[in-house]
C-alpha cells in the first residue's frame, strides 16, 4: 500500500488525542471539555480516511472539508484547555504544533483538489 502522509499524521495525532483524553480524565479529572477534543480530534484521521475512499470527487471534496473543519474545532478545545489549566503550556504547544502541520497538509489538498477541479 502506498504511503499517505495525511493518513499517518492524522492516525499518529489521533493516538496522541486518545492519550491526552485518557491524562484529562483520569489526572484531572475533567470530563467535559476533554470529550469535545476526543471527538474532534480523532475525527480528523476519520474523515481522511473516509476521504480517501470516497465514491467522487464531490465526496471526496466534502470529507477532506469536514477533516478541515474538525481539525479546527480541535485547535480551539485544545487553546481551551490550556487557558484554564487542564494542559500545561508544554502539552498545549506541543499537540497544536501537529495540529498545524495537518492543518496545513489538508489545506493544501484543499487548494490543490480546487484548482484542478
Given at each position: 500500500?502506498?504511503?499517505?502522509?495525511?493518513?499517518?499524521?492524522?492516525?499518529?495525532?489521533?493516538?496522541?488525542?486518545?492519550?491526552?483524553?485518557?491524562?484529562?480524565?483520569?489526572?484531572?479529572?475533567?470530563?467535559?471539555?476533554?470529550?469535545?477534543?476526543?471527538?474532534?480530534?480523532t475525527s480528523i484521521g476519520a474523515n481522511s480516511e473516509e476521504a480517501i475512499g470516497g465514491?467522487?470527487?464531490?465526496?471526496?471534496?466534502?470529507?477532506?472539508?469536514?477533516?478541515?473543519?474538525?481539525?479546527?474545532?480541535?485547535?480551539y478545545w485544545i487553546r481551551l484547555l490550556n487557558a484554564t489549566n487542564y494542559l500545561d503550556?508544554?502539552?498545549?504547544?506541543?499537540?497544536?504544533?501537529?495540529?498545524?502541520?495537518?492543518?496545513?497538509?489538508?489545506?493544501?489538498?484543499?487548494?490543490?483538489?480546487?484548482?484542478?477541479?
Open positions: 500500500m502506498k504511503e499517505n502522509v495525511l493518513l499517518e499524521k492524522s492516525f499518529a495525532f489521533a493516538v496522541r488525542v486518545v492519550n491526552a483524553y485518557r491524562y484529562l480524565v483520569e489526572e484531572k479529572k475533567e470530563f467535559v471539555l476533554s470529550k469535545q477534543f476526543l471527538r474532534s480530534g465514491q467522487s470527487k464531490a465526496d471526496f471534496v466534502s470529507k477532506i472539508s469536514i477533516a478541515y473543519k474538525e481539525a479546527r474545532e480541535t485547535k503550556d508544554t502539552q498545549a504547544n506541543s499537540l497544536l504544533s501537529d495540529l498545524e502541520e495537518l492543518l496545513k497538509i489538508i489545506g493544501s489538498i484543499q487548494i490543490t483538489t480546487k484548482n484542478n477541479s
